[in-house]
Structures are given as structure tokens and as C-alpha cells.
């Protein structure tokens, strides 16, 4: 599986993006996805996950971001609205070679990532 994240870019705060992430290989519908992000001189962090139905988010993007995802066309999305310079960041997608086992939190459960796209938030 390979994994091709797009949509990022510069946004004012309070304003919205859309981020997609496509994958090649007919096996993704059964993977479990995720979204991560990494700001410069921090730790990559969880930010939003789906797997077997539901969907998971950390504290700071409940209620701004939302996971979806489109088994047809391989692909998942983040929906970001309410951007604060706080999320500005590369985002990464993240997909499961099947169910994850452990925790979608822990990156460590991800067998492919995407590039990485970049989203910048102005104050």
C-alpha cells in the first residue's frame, strides 16, 4: 500500500481545510486508517483514527476535525475546521496492513504512512 496525502496549505485562523489521503492496492478497505502530525521540534502526535467503525480523535481537534473515508476510491479525508496557529503542522495519513490490535493512538500500529502534507495556520 502506498499512501499520497494532499490538501494542505496556508489558512487563517478560524478557517478550514480539507486534507485527502488516496492509496493504491485493493486491500485499504480493510485497513485501519489514521492521521497524524508532527510541528516542528515536536514528537509526531495523534490526531484522528478510524478502525472497525469508529472513529477516534485527540482532545485538542474533538468537535473541529472529521474523519471520513471512501472505500471506493481508497481513499480518507480530514476536515478541518476551526484552525488554530496550534495545528499547524505536517500531517501524515497512516493505514494498518489489516485490524489494529492495540491502540490507533500508538503510530506503532501503522504499517504505511503517506509524505506528509503541510498545513500552515495564520494568527
Known amino acids: 500500500v502506498q499512501l499520497q496525502a494532499s490538501g494542505g496549505g496556508l489558512v487563517q485562523a478560524g478557517g478550514s481545510l480539507r486534507l485527502s489521503c488516496a492509496a493504491s492496492?485493493?486491500?485499504?478497505?480493510?485497513?485501519?486508517a489514521g492521521w497524524y502530525r508532527q510541528a516542528p521540534g515536536k514528537e509526531r502526535e495523534f490526531v484522528a483514527a478510524?478502525?472497525?467503525?469508529?472513529?477516534y480523535y485527540a482532545d485538542s481537534v474533538k468537535g473541529r476535525f472529521t474523519f471520513s473515508r471512501d472505500n471506493a476510491k481508497n481513499s480518507v479525508y480530514l476536515e478541518m475546521k476551526g484552525l488554530k496557529p496550534d495545528d499547524a503542522a505536517v500531517y501524515y495519513c497512516?493505514?494498518?496492513?489489516?485490524?489494529?490490535?492495540?491502540?490507533?493512538?500508538?503510530?506503532?500500529?501503522?504499517?504505511?504512512w503517506g509524505q506528509g502534507t503541510q498545513v500552515t495556520v495564520s494568527s
Open positions: 492496492g485493493s486491500m485499504f478497505s480493510f485497513s485501519d
Open positions: 497512516a493505514a494498518s496492513a489489516g485490524a489494529i490490535t492495540s491502540t490507533v493512538r500508538d503510530s506503532r500500529a501503522y504499517d504505511y
Open positions: 478510524h478502525k472497525r467503525g469508529t472513529t
